[in-house]
């Protein structure tokens, strides 16, 4: 199938509601050019050195997520064009892509990542760091970023029950904060979760945006 067909297929599967981003991640221009003639223009990388080659070849109206892992060094190469970033996971990165967007006079939006899965390797936040991080002033003092929501990926597992619940607490920390903290905002309004084998779940539990690579783009080496 090409990749417009396959395209096609996965966004047969998400409700209009639901932003699908498409994760083109080591993949070639040419593909991702594919996709965009398709229409297409949520796309996501996780690697700074890949993603701003990609922006400057490709069409300016992209709308690019970086949802991998950020170093705090690499903040200034993306603030300038970024749509999203997804991977927040510690305080530091928020105010340093906030000193590179008042450089700049930019407000980037940002989505706070979530630790939910069992494996001890991925990145974020707790539950518990973040409800009292958002309630701190230091955070609502900073102008060039927006929050909009939270970024959370399943434990890599078959065992459907597992990732069923790590979407449902998630979901539910999201509302929570929701109430909590931005009760009377539009900005937190994001809830990013689900990939190729899991956001048809993700959506069951409540996903508006998915990162999805593999089911569209093909395997990665
Ligand atoms: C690679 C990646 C994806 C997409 O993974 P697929 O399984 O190929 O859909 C989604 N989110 C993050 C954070 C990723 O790194």
Redesign the pocket.
Known sequence: MSINNKLQAVKETVPSLVTLVA?S?TKPPELIAEAYEAGHRDF?E?KVQELVPKYETLPKDIRWHM??HLQTNKVKYIVPFVHLI??VDRFKLLTEINKRAQNIDRVVNCLLQIHIAEEESKFGFSGEELMTLLGEEQIQQLAHVKIMGL?G?ATNTDNESIVKMEFKRLRNLFDQLKIEFYSDSEDFSILSMG???D?LQAIQEGSNMV???????GA?N
Do not use: C, L, Q
Request: charge should be positive.
């Open positions: 994760v991640k996501g996780n949802i991998g997804h991977g970024m990926m990939m190729s084998n956001y990162r999805v690579g593999s089911a569209i783009f990665r």
